[in-house]
């Protein structure tokens, strides 16, 4: 048996697998990888986010005027995540992968890893723009939820290009009712009916997932109002009274603001704290203004590439012995992903496993809008 080619194929089958599986981590901005400098837990790379430039009037003179300083923000992602999806293969198994069909088990164990990389992703996604109703799914008789989003969208000034609109099954069964996405004419294609498949339409890249989550406003109990004074801008928000916690990406409003928020972090609800917010305060507070969560919604989202950042690390080859054990890393040329195949010998069996390290984070907060559901 040749181990160094099963291996060598269950790193290619198992890479194709993997894409196959992933729909998020394959549309955000993955151009830092480049600047991974080592594949271990803890490694980061830091993301320059420009700050704006004002345009000024030109007066000619003898000597030119002082150019205004920029402060461009630094974002960094962090390699947090190192798991691994180990199976056995029978010798069934192995001769099924020497003809190039990946067997059941490894299968499985490639998409277990996709779901936890895709998971981690929307934990991430902690934007503040919100369409929608709370519990209804959108598309049922139109597209004004869509409407409403892209409207946020542009107001948020997101670029056009690129935008994708990721959406649950079942708001991707209501949508492919709609004749706007059955009938050619108003398409300007057939995909809608020949392959299910809703494309590029009203300037966004519509795409399925089976992983689209929940987001909740966590184990709340009771009111919440502001805490005192805080001015325009503050992104750390004085709250109190309540009971409970409050979830990450929980969107809120204040009394008196139409601004939605995002919570960045999760935070214990009783008493008097401090949360982090997306965007910073639109409208100064005063004190016992009340704060309004939002019902848990299915998180549609309306996202350009570069509202989340996230990196994969190519793990090494760090054999210490070949009588141990026998691994390969591969990394995909065109997406980048990258994963490694190991085999090590148990007792009386041969244990192989798939894993992949990676990091993920937000970084640029205005650039998606929740599409309730």
Do not use: C
């Amino acid at each position: 048996m040749n181990v160094a080619q099963i291996l060598s194929t269950l790193a290619v089958l198992g890479l194709a697998t993997l894409r196959e599986n992933l729909v998020l981590a394959r549309l955000v901005n993955r151009q830092y990888e480049s600047a991974i400098t080592g594949a271990t837990r803890g490694s980061t790379i830091n993301i320059v986010v420009p700050s704006a430039v004002v345009a000024v009037n030109v007066t000619p003179a003898a000597v030119p005027p002082a150019t205004a300083a920029t402060t461009p923000s630094v974002v960094p992602i962090t390699l947090t995540e190192w798991m691994e999806a180990p199976f056995t293969l029978t010798d069934f198994d192995l001769a099924r992968v020497q003809r190039g069909v990946i067997p059941m088990e490894a299968a499985e164990a490639v998409k277990a890893l996709a779901n936890a990389i895709e998971a981690f992703l929307w934990t991430k996604a902690t934007f503040y723009g919100f369409a929608g109703t709370p519990g209804t799914t959108p598309f049922a008789t139109d597209l004004s939820a869509y409407l409403s989003a892209r409207n946020i969208a542009n107001k948020q000034l997101v670029p056009m290009d690129p935008r994708f609109m990721i959406i649950n099954p079942d708001a991707e069964a209501n949508a492919l009712g709609l004749r706007a996405f059955q009938d050619a004419s108003f398409r300007g294609d057939t995909d809608g009916i020949i392959n299910g498949q809703i494309g590029r339409k009203l300037g966004a890249l519509w795409i399925m997932s089976q992983l689209v989550p929940t987001q909740d406003d966590g184990t709340q109990n009771g009111a919440y109002v502001t805490n005192g004074v805080q001015a325009l801008g503050v992104k750390a928000l004085n709250i109190k009274t309540g009971a409970g916690t409050i979830a990450a990406g929980a969107i809120f409003t204040i009394a008196g603001d139409t601004q939605t928020y995002a919570v960045q972090a999760a935070a214990n609800a009783g008493g008097t704290q401090t949360i982090s917010i997306e965007p910073g305060l639109k409208v100064a507070t005063t004190d016992g203004l009340a704060i309004t969560f939002k019902n848990p919604f299915a998180k549609n989202l309306l996202v350009h590439r570069d509202g989340l950042g996230f990196a994969m690390a190519p793990l090494m080859e760090t054999v210490i012995s070949d009588k141990l054990v026998d691994m390969q890393p591969i990394t995909d040329a065109e997406s980048g992903l990258s994963i490694r195949v190991e085999l090590t010998r148990e007792h009386k069996r041969w244990r192989w496993s798939f894993d992949a390290m990676w990091g993920a984070t937000l970084v640029r907060p205005e650039f998606g809008v929740n599409v309730a559901g």
